[in-house]
């Protein structure tokens, strides 16, 4: 009975396993500064930018190791490459066929000279943490918060081959537009399905978290746009 219990709770573990190995193998392609564009990831931007981009994030890291750098709710973070497409594969596994998250991989052309990429993680870096917020977008001028698109083109400015202006004012789909000159083709990254569900307690552990984080900074949001 042990074993037989031992063994179901380990199988979505290695389910896991194997799928991290899979896409850890083809992000560390990826050069420095790849840009991660994500199509049907909110209906609401898509809607109010009139686009089919959402969000966009970026790549950086050393050699055995890939790092995703974005502005989410509820701040600015950094997750490992093959985590953060791990966090997709299950948010597909409640969408329907026709409405699953894409992945468009932009990779820099001529990439990021070895000073270039580290003025850009240099500033990243000094990011980490930042509150999230839309407000200085919606407004129309900068506040203390930074939205995805903005923490992205401010980070390009960085590398010092770019020059935006009122990065606080550019969306998601007005950025791949932007850039799309001086980046590769769009490459679809793949997100394989999970075989293998996981338990029912670590996933209700897991959206009772992602709620909680969420209905908090929306909360806050919320309050910070009356003033």
Not at 59 to 72: D, H, K, M, P
Not at 86 to 98: G, H, I, P, T, Y
Request: charged share 25%; hydrophobic share 40%.
């Amino acid at each position: 009975m042990r074993v037989h219990l031992l063994k179901c709770l380990l199988r979505p573990i290695g389910a896991l396993i194997f799928f991290v190995a899979a896409v850890a193998a083809r992000a560390a392609e990826l050069p420095e500064g790849t840009l991660l564009f994500l199509e049907n990831c909110s209906s609401v931007v898509e809607r109010s930018t009139h686009g089919e981009i959402a969000h966009v994030a970026m790549v950086f890291g050393e050699a055995s190791q890939r790092w995703v750098y974005e502005a989410t709710p509820a701040k600015v973070r950094r997750v490992k490459i093959e985590d953060y497409l791990v966090e997709l594969a299950r948010s597909n596994e409640r969408r329907k066929a026709n409405d699953k998250i894409g992945v468009l991989a932009l990779r820099p052309q001529p990439e990021y000279s070895p000073d270039e990429a580290a003025s850009m993680r240099t500033f990243l870096d000094r990011q980490l943490g930042r509150r999230y917020s839309v407000k200085n977008y919606v407004r129309g001028k900068p506040y203390d918060g930074i939205h995805c698109a903005e923490l992205t083109a401010s980070t390009l400015n960085a590398s010092g081959r770019y020059a935006y202006s009122d990065c606080h004012k550019i969306n998601p789909q007005s950025l791949y537009e932007l850039v799309a000159a001086t980046h590769a083709a769009p490459e679809r990254l793949a997100i394989p399905a999970l075989e293998v569900e996981e338990p029912w307690y670590v996933r209700m552990q897991r959206q009772s978290l992602g709620w909680w984080t969420w209905c908090r900074w929306s909360c806050r949001e919320a309050w910070l746009f009356l003033w």
